[in-house]
Every structure is written in structure tokens, then in C-alpha cells.
């Protein structure tokens, strides 16, 4: 007998209650009628007896089985890229705070989890590379927006001095700071740009296969369109991300590191002032130097923010959840931050290598990030969906 259908455990005191989801099995008889053995041990989906409890309280029970779209592509899939079928899934992330490794960030604007369906494409298995980006600019002559002087227009209080080219790079102090203003960490500086990610005596000779960074959404635009390719939705990336599966914590499943395996390229150590490197990086890593999720997708967590063509609202998920099933939703009409009102905001996804779980951990699947749709820094980049006829 095959089932279809998610089944989700809840554990308490060292075993595991069946949650009753409506699951039907292939033959339509309900889980429960076939009187499966709840007497398992939490392990067995990955979650400890504590992370259990604060996963279905904190919004784990709203996750529904996935229902694939069974129609395949006429064509095979472009190169670097891989075939995301699409279909109907539960969207959004639940509370992590208390969980192990989960962080002190409820992350509110994930929820409510709610019903979406995205049509079928085709997705970048792993982030724009420093060495398909220059082909784009070498073919095109484009400038980034961090290659550019800014203007008075853009900047109105700013003087003639600062107006100067540059990015912004993770800049981690000396000395053991408090976690409440993120300026501590990071400095605007002259000269930083894609060609040389922190700082103008720096360069990426020899790293071709590393993420590009340093690029705006109108950077990661600009390259999409001539690659014929265009910017993932919030939605598309999340369901790629999921890899078919529904409500699991991290794209390769609810354990943080399997078998004492890290899974992804994030910041050990004391944050901000000391990366330990762990999981073999400190800092940015080169692209697919962890295991793929079950799509053959690479760096969907950590090392890299990945851009969506979405605005940014935190409020959003509450309105996509009164259409039932959201059909393609392609993000509010407009960007609005409570805490930058003033400030454009796309909405990104995957964390970076500066996730911790002493300070962010949106590395966690279903989690958002946010950023200023015409800046850049060394921790963000992007990777492209193409449209497919079936």
C-alpha cells in the first residue's frame, strides 16, 4: 500500500501520537483505519520530544500534504538547470523559538501557513556563479548598481564626499558586542563591489564557482533577462525548496545535522566576532558543497540570500490565506518593512553564512528574509526559474 499523503508525529514523553491530517491512503482508507503502530520514537521524523511539541504549537499541525503536478516538460532541461514540477503545497514556517538550533526569532511574518499552487518550471540547481555573471557583463557591458556614484536624487542628505561607489560587507568586530544593532557588524565600503567583494583590494580571481554577491534586485534583473530566464517567485522558491515534501524544518529534512553532518554553509562560533568554520567555510563557500535536496538543488540554505521577484510585506500571508488556495501569487502590489516604512523592500530567501541560531536562523524552510531592492552586500546573490510549455 502506498500513501500519498504527509503523516506527522507529535511526540510526547519518548513515543510518537499519530496527528490526524485527513490523510487518505492510496486506496482511500484513512490512516487511522489502517491502525499504523503510533508507538515510535521521535527520532524517527528527526525531532526531539521538546522540538515536537514546539513545532505543532508553534504551526506545524496547518501543514497539508503536497499534491504534485504529474505532467513532465516537452524538453529537457536547460544546463545547471533542474525540472520543479509544481503543484499544491502548504506554505510558511512555524515559530522556532525554543526549539534546539531554533533560534530567538518567532519570524511572525511567516505565518499563517496557507494553501498555494505554482505551475511547473525549471530552476537554477545552484546560485549565479562569479563566472556566469561576468560572461552577462562581459556580453553586455552592464554596470551594478555598487559600480555606480550615487546621486543626490537617491541620497538628498548625503554630502558631496560620501557619495562615493561601493557596497556594504560583513564587518565583524573585535571584541564580544550585543546582538541589537546589526550596524556593529557591517560597514558601507568605498570600492566593494561584485569584482571585489570586500573591499577594492580583493578580488574573485580563482573563485569562478563561487556565489556572486554584491548585486541589487535590478542587478539579479538586469542578468536574468538576458540569460531568457526571470526571478523566482516567493512561492516557487519555497516549494522547489521543500523538494516535495511538507512542513519539515530544513530543505534536507527536521534534523539540523544528520548523523553529526553539517548541511549547509552558516556561521559557528560566537556571532558576530568569530566564525569557526565547522562545516568547512568561513564565509562564503563555492557553490554545491553540500548534499542537493531531493530536486537536485543545491545551497538552498545558507550561504547566499537568493532574491524574489516579490515586494515585501510582513502581513502578506495573512491575505494570501483568505483566497483558500493561491493560485501563482506573485507578492503584494507594493513593499511596506514597519521597520524601515521608508525603504523598497524585495523579499529574499535562504539565509546566508551569517545564519546562527544565537541570532538568525532563516536558514529554517518556510522562513523570509527582506531587502532594500536597490542595495547589494557580500552575503547576497540569486539564482533563476525559466518558464516551461508542457
Known sequence: MKYTNLVLFFCVSGFSIMVNTGCKSSEGKSLADD?????????????????????????????????????????????????????????????????????????????????????????DASEVTNAEFAAFVKATGYVTI???????????????????????????????????????????VAGANWRHPLGPNSSIEGKDNYPVTHVSYEDAEAYAKWAGKRLPTEAEWEFAARGGKAGELYTWGNQFKPDGKWMANIFEGKFPTNDLGSDGFKGIAPVKQFAANSYGLYDLAGNVWEWCSDWYRPDYYGELAKQGIAKNPKGPAGSFDPDEPNAKKKVQR?????????????????TRGKGEWRSGSNHIGFRCVKDVRL
Open 146 to 188: 555598487a559600480e555606480k556614484k550615487p546621486t543626490k536624487e537617491e541620497f538628498p542628505g548625503a554630502t558631496e564626499e560620501s557619495l562615493v561607489t561601493g557596497s556594504v560587507v560583513f564587518s565583524p568586530p573585535t571584541h564580544e558586542v550585543a546582538l541589537n544593532d546589526h550596524l556593529q557588524w557591517w560597514s558601507y
Open 350 to 366: 535562504g539565509g546566508s553564512f551569517l545564519c546562527t541560531d544565537q541570532y538568525c536562523t532563516r536558514y529554517m524552510i518556510g
Open 35 to 123: 491502525k499504523i503502530d503510533a508507538t515510535i520514537s521521535c527520532t524517527s521524523n528527526g525531532l526531539t520530544v521538546k522540538d515536537s511539541t514546539l513545532y505543532m504549537n508553534g504551526g506545524g499541525k496547518e501543514f497539508l500534504p503536497t499534491v504534485l503536478n504529474e505532467k513532465k516538460p516537452a524538453t529537457e532541461a536547460p544546463a545547471n538547470m533542474v525540472w520543479i514540477p509544481g503543484g499544491e503545497f502548504s506554505m510558511g514556517g512555524v515559530n522556532p523559538v525554543g526549539m534546539d538550533d531554533g533560534g530567538n526569532q518567532a519570524m511572525n511574518d511567516a505565518r499563517p501557513v496557507h494553501r498555494v499552487y505554482v505551475d511547473g518550471f525549471f530552476m
